[in-house]
Nanobody, 119 residues
Framework: QVQLVESGGGLVQPGGSLRLSCAVSGRFFGINTMAWYRQAPGKERDLVAIITITTGSTNYADSVKGRFTISRDNAKNTVYLQMDSLKPEDTAVYYC????????????WGQGTQVTVSS
């Protein structure tokens, strides 16, 4: 079993910054990937950024490259999404996703955190 707790969303003006956090807990042996997705009203859930734990490699959606940074703290089993130069089109519910393994494989989603970019 894997549990995720997200935090850090809120209201910010265009050009501002926010940092999202996702803490992972539970009974598992290791984590394969940690990622952030987002879903705007009336749209599908899309991948924003992903990090592969074993290699540290990262990938980003084209719309956020150069503005968002995904990182992780292995000791704390926490993944972060630093969002800079925020735009109104970044407004969405942001979801953390973790793929982990143990006695089974786990594909777990966080509860979601609202990010609103508006003046």
């Amino acid at each position: 079993q894997v549990q995720l707790v997200e935090s850090g969303g809120g209201l910010v003006q265009p050009g501002g910054s926010l940092r999202l956090s996702c803490a992972v807990s539970g009974r598992f042996f290791g984590i394969n990937t940690m990622a952030w997705y987002r879903q705007a009203p009336g749209k599908e859930r899309d991948l924003v950024a992903i990090i592969t734990i074993t290699t540290g490699s990262t990938n980003y959606a084209d719309s956020v490259k150069g503005r968002f940074t995904i990182s992780r703290d292995n000791a704390k089993n926490t993944v972060y999404l630093q969002m800079d130069s925020l735009k109104p089109e970044d407004t969405a519910v942001y979801y953390c996703n973790v793929k982990a393994w143990g006695w089974s494989t786990y594909d777990t989603w966080g509860q979601g955190t609202q990010v609103t970019v508006s003046s």
